[in-house]
């Protein structure tokens, strides 16, 4: 458990209030076998379960039964056939009383527990034995649970986990610490000969090194256009960018993540140089004006409006600025959202459904290509952690794409954005926290990220 017993009866009590009335079930996650039964993935445990119960054991239940004022946790107790494996673990009871729960079960007295309450609360299940689970409890198809789920509970849980507490950021400035170890062996790795997929092994050692895992799979790329590149054994070249978005884990679950874009070498080119000091503007445009209460939304735009006036005098762009934001050609080149919510998930939450997450009434998703991927566009709150990335790509499907369609003549100057086809890509990535008054960057050490300073860094 990371945080005191009443920190967990407090959270509870507070989803009470929160959904009112019936029964709440949080389903914890089970082994996952990799390729058979008795070798298994590294067993993470949901997000939303530790939150409000704390443990991270597998094949856990918390029921909270707000009509009965009763709550319990479900679990069967190891047998000494498994205790010669796994050492000695403690009972269900005994984990309940940790967390201030007064009922403990088997898994088995789940259906008895839940007899005649077939519309108990749930959220939207993302593992298909999870789906199976609650599919015999509700009569519906597997497939059919996530439509099931309970708009209240997942409204009650988003208010919830968007802000975090100070002991939650105490928590995910561990995880910065071990990304800023990751990050800086990473560029001082970027160099020739060396492979995409040897540092992303680097990375993984130092973070698993620290009692953690990496919040995601890293993208360690020379081609930093595509957004999920995965690291292959390609040696890297002279004069090539890799993109290097990475994150840690801490075994308490809180994560973070950040990109950096690393000159192989050592030395920017000036082309690169002139690309990555718009995004590098851009990035920096959030931490100077990002304040409590402003639409992420807004401050998304405020970044596109920004990243196309710069492009327009390197000529890749012209034409009025607001009018081309508006008609969605800046997304040649951010064809992506200006951040995320982060927390205990790298994408916090987002199993609940972004539109819950990232919007509300007032702010609605987008259907313009590009703006459609910002995956949160609300007002923001004290409290709310989110990533700052912007980039700058070019994809040369999409270029070859829209400038046979004719998309966007009279802002984008194809001929110019010719020159740049085989660039790649730039993105460079921070966690921001917003505070009363304003935000701060997250991580007591800042990966260098200034073109001087990663220069310097990587030839030291």
Not at 52 to 68: K, S
Request: charged share 25%; with cysteine; hydrophobic share 40%.
């Amino acid at each position: 458990m990371l945080f005191d017993k009443q920190t967990y009866i407090n959270r509870r009590n507070t989803l009470k209030e929160k959904v009112g009335n019936g029964v709440i079930v949080l389903f914890g996650n089970a082994n996952a076998p990799a390729n058979y039964p008795n070798n298994a993935y590294m067993f993470r445990q949901d997000s939303s379960f530790l939150y409000y119960f704390g443990h991270n054991q597998e094949n856990l239940i918390g029921i909270i039964d707000i009509d009965n004022n009763k709550e319990y946790l479900l679990g069967d107790d190891v047998e000494i056939e498994d205790i010669i494996w796994t050492g000695f673990v403690p009972s269900i009871n005994d984990l309940a009383a940790e967390v201030g729960v007064s009922c403990s079960a088997p898994l088995k007295d789940l259906e008895k527990i839940l007899a005649g309450r077939r519309d108990f609360h749930f959220l939207p299940p993302y593992r298909h034995d999870t789906m199976i689970q609650i599919a015999d409890l509700i009569g519906v198809h597997p497939l059919q649970t996530r439509q099931h789920a309970s708009l209240p509970l997942i409204k009650a849980v988003v208010d919830m986990r968007a802000v975090k507490s100070a002991g939650e950021i105490e928590e995910i400035e561990r995880a910065m610490a071990i990304g800023y170890r990751m990050h800086t062996t990473a560029m001082k790795l970027c160099k020739p000969g060396v492979t995409e997929k040897y540092i992303e092994g680097q990375m993984v050692g130092i973070c698993e090194s620290y009692g953690a895992k990496v919040s995601f799979q890293s993208i360690v790329s020379m081609h930093g256009e595509i957004f999920h590149g995965n690291p292959s054994l390609r040696p890297l070249e002279k004069g090539r960018l890799v993109v290097c978005d990475a994150g840690a884990e801490t075994i308490n679950n809180y994560c973070s993540d950040n990109t950096r874009t690393i000159p192989v070498g050592g030395k920017f080119t000036q082309k690169q140089r002139d690309i990555y000091s718009i995004v590098e503007a851009c990035h920096d445009l959030v931490i100077e004006k990002a304040h409590p209460d402003m639409k992420w939304l807004d401050m998304h735009l405020d970044v596109c409006r920004l990243m196309t006036d710069r492009l327009k005098e390197l000529g890749l762009m012209k034409g009025n600025t607001e009018d081309a934001v508006q008609a969605g050609a800046h997304a040649m080149f951010l064809q992506h959202g200006l951040g995320h919510m982060m927390g205990m998930d790298v994408h916090d939450m987002e199993g609940l459904g972004q539109i819950y997450v990232g919007f509300d009434d007032e702010v609605r998703p987008s259907t313009q290509f590009g703006t459609d991927c910002l995956r949160c566009g609300r007002r923001v709150q004290p409290g709310f952690v989110l990533t700052d990335e912007p980039g700058i790509y070019f994809i040369p499907a999409l270029i070859d794409k829209w400038k046979a369609e004719g998309m966007h003549r009279d802002f984008l100057c194809y001929d110019k954005i010719e020159q740049y086809r085989d660039f790649g890509g730039i993105r460079i990535e921070d966690d921001i926290l917003i505070t009363d008054n304003g935000c701060r960057v997250l991580g007591e050490q800042m990966i260098p990220y200034h073109p001087d300073d990663v220069e310097a860094f990587c030839l030291q």
